[in-house]
């Protein structure tokens, strides 16, 4: 599974942006799917996730200002991400969680996979 994420840029603070992510096509299910980021000197967190029934969950930090859906026809998950902050600068990964499964006489664990990531920057 590949992951193709884009949307990032510069924005000001007070402004929003929009990611999206698209998972290639495969013989694989996808489960879960979100967002993690990286800022610079810090380790990656998690910013939202959400199942394939549509649970979604959020970090503390982006709850209320962030908002994650998905698009199962398209193995597509989108962040939209509102009333941006300084502090939310980062490279933000895509994710996609695979369930284990049998094909064509082999068995895949379950697995997850990144994205490349795209760069957010909130200028104050």
């Known amino acids: 599974v590949q992951l193709q994420a884009s949307g990032g840029g510069l924005v000001q603070a007070g402004g929003s942006l929009r990611l999206s992510c698209e998972a290639s096509k495969s013989f694989f299910t996808i489960d879960a799917m979100g967002w993690y980021r990286q800022a610079p000197g810090k380790q990656r967190e998690l910013v939202a996730t959400i199942t394939a029934g549509g649970y979604s969950n959020y970090s503390m930090s982006v709850k209320g200002r962030f908002t994650i859906s998905r698009d199962d026809t398209k193995n597509a998950v989108w962040l939209q991400m509102n009333s941006l902050k300084s502090e939310d600068t980062a490279v933000y990964y895509c994710?996609?969680?695979?369930?284990?499964?049998?094909?064509?006489?082999?068995?895949?664990?379950?697995?997850?996979?990144w994205g490349q990531g795209t760069q957010v920057t909130v200028s104050s």
């Open positions: 994710t996609a969680e695979t369930i284990a499964t049998y094909y064509d006489g082999s068995y895949y664990p379950e697995k997850s996979y």
